[in-house]
């Protein structure tokens, strides 16, 4: 079984050789590696043509800077392989991550493989390691394996309650993507790889088969210079914006209440967040206000009130009320 594995690369070159030696050196060798150069201003160009050069396995591709939903569909285009994977550069996997992810693919005749990670990150002087960890309503089949159908796995990349399960970790079936065109959305910044998930579990034969292997073998680095250390922009807003987009989603493929709910439920705590990211910031003016309340308007639905439907959105109402709590408190204000 031959994969394709698609390594996006802008200005990484300090970690850039840590990513491509742990793709070089993997048990597993039938794989192709296809290397994006975002235009690239540093010497990552000059690191990977070094590997091009020792290993034919590699390839290149070069394109003026345009974002990593651009690359990585240009990957896309290039890719032979039966799956296709996505690495970020300054990112590294464990030496038999491809062998125990296609013994578990050819295993199981996977739709989508969901792979688990470790967190690595520098800050103040002191490193801090975590592992992914599953929600309480996700049952093993066997150690460290999770089989979800098509909503629950779409739930997935939305509960935040233990680990952050949308990022773009996960193995696809090729011919699926390349059947319904399925490509990135070179407008977001943030949420991409959440989104591209999204649409192909939506396209997905209702039978397909999905496997979480939650096993630390991709380690994800967080640097003070990637994108998602910059703090608050306006780039946030089109993400925000995405939701109602995956709310469609919903409505459209899976029909799901539990779903709905957890697309919802992730918008408005990322909304809230954002909200006091942009205000610590100082760069939360009456334009991004306007913007965050018409996004929260979006996300909240007046049956979100109504019985039974409180049931199962009381999470959110608590989320909600927490965070407009200091409204309530000046009208009781001024009541008295």
């Known amino acids: 079984m031959k994969v394709s594995v698609i390594v996006p690369v802008y200005n990484t070159s300090q970690l850039l050789t840590r990513c491509l030696d742990s793709i070089r050196d993997q048990t597993y060798t039938d794989w192709e590696c296809i290397l994006i150069d975002d235009g690239s201003t540093d010497t990552s160009l000059d690191i990977m043509r070094g590997y091009i050069a020792e290993d034919s396995r590699f390839k290149i591709v070069s394109q003026?800077?345009?974002g990593v939903s651009v690359a990585r569909n240009k990957g896309l285009d290039?890719?032979?392989g039966e799956y296709v994977t996505f690495i970020d550069s300054d990112d590294y996997v464990d030496l038999s991550y491809f062998q125990q992810v296609v013994d578990l693919l050819k295993l199981y005749d996977v739709s989508m493989l969901i792979s688990g990670y470790s967190e690595n990150s520098d800050g103040a002087g002191c490193r801090m390691d975590k592992c992914s960890r599953l929600?309480?309503?996700?049952?093993?089949?066997g150690e460290d394996i999770s089989l979800l159908d098509r909503v629950s796995c779409a739930r997935l990349l939305f509960d935040g309650s233990a680990s952050y399960w949308g990022y773009i970790r996960n193995w696809f079936r090729r011919s699926l993507i390349v059947e319904k065109n399925l490509v990135f959305d070179k407008r977001l910044k943030y949420n991409e790889d959440r989104a591209f998930t999204l649409s192909y579990l939506s396209v997905e034969p209702s039978d397909a088969v999905n496997i979480v292997f939650n096993r630390p073998n991709y380690h994800y680095e967080i640097r003070g210079g990637s994108t998602m250390s910059h703090g608050f922009?306006?780039?946030?807003?089109?993400?925000?914006e995405s939701f109602k987009h995956f709310c469609g989603i919903e409505r459209a493929y899976f029909r799901s209440r539990s779903l709905n709910m957890a697309?919802?439920?992730?918008?408005?705590?990322r909304k809230f967040y954002?909200?006091?990211l942009a205000m610590n910031m100082e760069r939360y003016d009456d334009k991004i206000a306007a913007a965050m309340e018409r996004i929260e308007e979006d996300m909240l639905s007046i049956r979100d009130f109504i019985p039974p439907y409180t049931l199962h959105s009381r999470p959110l109402m608590n989320r909600w009320l927490q965070h407009h709590k200091y409204k309530f408190m000046?009208?009781?204000?001024?009541?008295r």
Do not use: K
């Open 263 to 269: 697309i919802r439920h992730a918008g408005l705590t």
């Open 233 to 240: 922009n306006v780039n946030h807003l089109v993400e925000l």
């Open 64 to 66: 003026a800077n345009s």
């Open 78 to 80: 290039m890719a032979c």
């Open 330 to 335: 000046r009208f009781i204000g001024r009541q």
């Open 274 to 276: 954002l909200t006091w």
């Open 135 to 141: 929600p309480e309503w996700v049952q093993c089949v």
